[in-house]
C-alpha cells in the first residue's frame, strides 16, 4: 500500500472475505482513531494515574507507592488505559543501589490471547490467536530516549528540517503508523518516587510535589474554541451567567491558590476583561494605546522598575520618548460635565499644573515643604510657622534662576536678604517710607497663617502678631515640639506669658530698667517621665541648669506613675488595664540626693511591681522645682 493511501473496505454481494479483509477494516477504524487522537489533540495523560504515597505497617520510614487508574494516549494516538490501582513493584529498582528519586514513565504494550485450541488450530501458518490484549508497561528512569522515531512520507522526523515542519510536541496525525507487534516504544512520564536502594524500599518523596513533577497532559489543538449559543439578551445582561469556562476539571475550593493555566504568546481579547482578584505583571509593562492599537510616537506605559540610579524600587508611569514635548501629560481628575477635569497634571517637559485646586498639607505639624533636602523649607510648629535656611534668606524680583549664592540671575535684582548672622539687609532702592510696597493703610499687612500669625503697622507702630511664641532658631531641622529648634539652636524666645530669653549674653547700649523682682529671686522647673530601665534598681535622674549665682531651694513632686511604658513622654499617653495580681504597684518614690549645686541637681526614681519581671518598664512622672539668685 501507499504511504499516501487510506483505505476502508467495501461490500457487495456474494463477497469472498478472509481474515485479511477483517483486518484491514479493523486497521482503518484503528487507524483513523488514533490520527483523531493526536490530530485533535496532543499526546499525553488523559486523566488519573496519579502516583500516590501509602504508609507501610511497622515501618514509619517507609511507603508503597500505587498508581491511580486513568488513561493516557502515546504520540502514535495509541490509548493506555489503567483500569484499577497498580502497586509499583520494587522489583522495577533492584538496578538502583543508592537513595535518589527516580522517574517513574508508562508505555503501550500489547499481547496475543485466547491461542486456538483443539479442531480449530491449523497445523501451520499464522499466529493462531483469537484475541489482542491491549495492556501497558512501567518504566524506570529511561534515559534520553523516551520514543521511537515518527515517520513522515518516508522520512523519520526531523524537527529542523524546513520541508516538511514537525510540531514540536510530537503530535503528528499525518504520520505513518508503526507496526505494533514491532513493540514501538513511546513513553509518558507519571511524576517521581524516592527509592531508597540500600533498605531496597520506597520513602517519602522530598518535598511532596515531586510526586507529579514532569506530568504530561493531553492538549487541544483548534483555531477557535465556541462556547453554546448565547441566551437572547437579559434586561440586566450583567445577571447572565458566563457560557464558557476554562477551569480543572476538579474545582479547588479557592481558585485562587495555585497557577492554572498560562498563554505563551500575545492575547487579544475583543471585548471587557473582569478580573475578581489581583491582576499581576511580573516585570511587563502596562502599555496604553489608542483605538487603532497604535501609539504614534508617544508610548504611554506603567511598570515597575528599579528606579532611575538602580537603588530602590518605583511605579513608574512613562509618557512619551520626548522630555521636551509640553503636550504630553499624565493628568488626574473627576468627571465635569461632559469633559474630564485636570486637578493635577505631570507634563513630559518637566512641569506639574494644578490650574484648580490646591496643596492640602493636612493638619500634621512638620516641615511640609522640603527644598532641598530637609535643611530648606517651609513648616509649623504649635502656634508658630517657620522658614528654615542653612545660610541666607534672599527676596528677588524678575530675573531667572542661577546657581550663584544671592544671584537673582539676569534682568532680576535682590530685594531684601536675611544673611546666616541673623542681619537682615534691604536694597538701596526699595522704598521704605510712606511709599513702601504695602502703602499707607495701617493693618496687618502680612498674615502668615490665617491672621492670627503676622505682621502690620499701627499708628506710629510696627508689629509682629503670633498666638503663643515668638521663636528665632539657628539651623537645625523641623520639630513638631513647641519652640524646638529640631537639632538647631533657639537664640532667643518671646513666649506666651511675654518673658523674654535670651540664649546668650544680652548687650544693651543705653540705660537697662527691670521691674520686679527678678534681680533676686529666679525659679525654674523641669517635668521628667522615666521608666526603671532595669529589673530592681531606682534610676538616676540629673537636671542641669545655669544662670544662678545662689540656691535657695530645690524640691521634686511627685505628678504619677504608670506600670506602662511612658518614658520621656511626660504627657503620660501611653496607660490601660491589667486585672492582673502580678501588676499590682507596690513601691513608688521619687527624692534628691544631696544637696544642689548652681548648675543641676539629682536623686532617684523607682516604681516597684508584684512581678519583678515586669518592672522595666514602670515609669515615674515628676517636676523638679529649683528657686535661687540669678
Known amino acids: 500500500m501507499a504511504t499516501d493511501e487510506i483505505l476502508r473496505l467495501h461490500y457487495y454481494e456474494r463477497q469472498y472475505l478472509g481474515a485479511a479483509d477483517l483486518e484491514d477494516q479493523q486497521a482503518y477504524l484503528r487507524d483513523m482513531r488514533r490520527r483523531h487522537n493526536i490530530g485533535h489533540h496532543t499526546w499525553g495523560i488523559v ?87 491491549e495492556t501497558y508497561k512501567i518504566v524506570i528512569d529511561p534515559g534520553t530516549h523516551t520514543h521511537d522515531d515518527v515517520t513522515v512520507n518516508g522520512k523519520k522526523e526531523d524537527p529542523t528540517s524546513t520541508d516538511l515542519p514537525i510540531p514540536t510536541d510530537d503530535s503528528i496525525p499525518y504520520q505513518e503508523f508503526p507496526d505494533d507487534n514491532n513493540q514501538p516504544l513511546w513513553l509518558i512520564q507519571l511524576g517521581w518516587v524516592n527509592w531508597d536502594g540500600v533498605g531496597l524500599k520506597f520513602i517519602p518523596t522530598n518535598p511532596p510535589s515531586r510526586l507529579t513533577d514532569d506530568r504530561s497532559y493531553v492538549g487541544a489543538v483548534a483555531e477557535t474554541i465556541y462556547g453554546p449559543v448565547p441566551v437572547p439578551a437579559a434586561p440586566d445582561p450583567a445577571s447572565d451567567a458566563p457560557r464558557f469556562f476554562i477551569q480543572p476539571r476538579i474545582l479547588p475550593v479557592d481558585p485562587d491558590t495555585a497557577d492554572f493555566a498560562e498563554i505563551k504568546g500575545r492575547l487579544q481579547v475583543d471585548g471587557r476583561i473582569i478580573a475578581m482578584k489581583d491582576v499581576m ?123 550663584t549664592q544671592g544671584d537673582p540671575g539676569a534682568g532680576g535684582n535682590v530685594q531684601m536678604s536675611l544673611d546666616a548672622s541673623g542681619n537682615l539687609n534691604v536694597s538701596h532702592d526699595l522704598n521704605v517710607g510712606n511709599d513702601a510696597n504695602f502703602g499707607a493703610s495701617t493693618r496687618q499687612m502680612l498674615n502668615l497663617w490665617n491672621i492670627n500669625y503676622g505682621i502690620g503697622v499701627q499708628n506710629s507702630t510696627l508689629y509682629h502678631r503670633t498666638d503663643f511664641d515668638f521663636c528665632w532658631f539657628r539651623r537645625g531641622t523641623h520639630s513638631d515640639n513647641r519652640s524646638d529648634p529640631g537639632g538647631g539652636a533657639l537664640a532667643m524666645k518671646l513666649d506666651s506669658g511675654s518673658n ?83 501588676a499590682i504597684p507596690q513601691h513608688v518614690y521619687v527624692k534628691i540626693d544631696g544637696v544642689p549645686t548652681t548648675t543641676q541637681t539629682s536623686g532617684h526614681c523607682f516604681c516597684s511591681e508584684s512581678l519583678v519581671g515586669n518592672e522595666v518598664d514602670n515609669t515615674v512622672l515628676f517636676t523638679v522645682v529649683v528657686m535661687g539668685r540669678p
Open 47 to 133: 486523566a488519573g494515574l496519579l502516583l500516590v504515597e501509602e504508609p507501610v505497617a511497622g515501618d514509619p520510614t517507609a511507603v508503597d507507592l500505587f498508581i491511580q487508574p486513568g488513561m493516557a494516549v502515546d504520540g502514535f494516538g495509541r490509548e493506555i488505559i489503567v483500569m484499577a490501582p497498580v502497586k509499583l513493584d520494587p522489583q522495577l529498582f533492584e538496578a538502583f543501589a543508592n537513595q535518589q528519586h527516580r522517574s517513574v514513565w508508562i508505555r503501550y504494550d500489547q499481547e496475543f490471547a485466547n491461542q486456538a485450541k483443539g479442531g480449530f488450530a491449523q497445523c501451520a501458518g499464522t499466529i493462531q490467536f483469537g484475541r489482542i490484549q
Open 500 to 582: 523674654l530669653s535670651v540664649m546668650g549674653d544680652l548687650s544693651v547700649a543705653g540705660n537697662l530698667s527691670v521691674t520686679g523682682s527678678h534681680n533676686i529671686f529666679r525659679v525654674i522647673s523641669q517635668t521628667f517621665a522615666l521608666n526603671m530601665a532595669g529589673l530592681t534598681t531606682p534610676r538616676f535622674w540629673t537636671y542641669n541648669y545655669g544662670g544662678f549665682s545662689q540656691i535657695y531651694t530645690a524640691f521634686v513632686v511627685l505628678q504619677g506613675f504608670s506600670i506602662w511604658d511612658n518614658d520621656g513622654d511626660t504627657s503620660f499617653t501611653h496607660f490601660s488595664n491589667a486585672a492582673d495580681v502580678n
Open 281 to 403: 505583571l511580573h516585570g511587563g509593562q502596562l502599555h496604553f494605546k489608542d483605538t487603532g492599537g497604535g501609539d504614534p510616537k508617544i508610548p504611554l506605559w506603567m511598570q515597575r522598575t528599579s528606579g532611575p540610579s538602580g537603588a530602590g524600587t518605583d511605579l513608574h508611569v512613562h509618557i512619551g520618548d520626548d522630555p521636551a514635548d509640553d503636550k504630553v501629560r499624565l493628568s488626574i481628575g473627576p468627571k465635569d460635565g461632559a469633559n474630564e477635569k485636570d486637578v493635577l497634571a505631570v507634563r513630559a517637559s518637566d512641569n506639574v499644573d494644578i490650574p484648580t485646586g490646591a496643596l492640602n498639607f493636612g493638619a500634621a505639624l512638620r516641615q511640609m515643604i522640603n527644598l532641598w533636602q530637609d535643611k530648606y523649607g517651609i513648616g509649623i510648629q504649635p502656634g508658630t510657622q517657620y522658614y528654615r535656611s542653612d545660610g541666607d534668606f534672599y527676596w528677588f524680583r524678575g530675573g531667572k534662576h542661577s546657581p
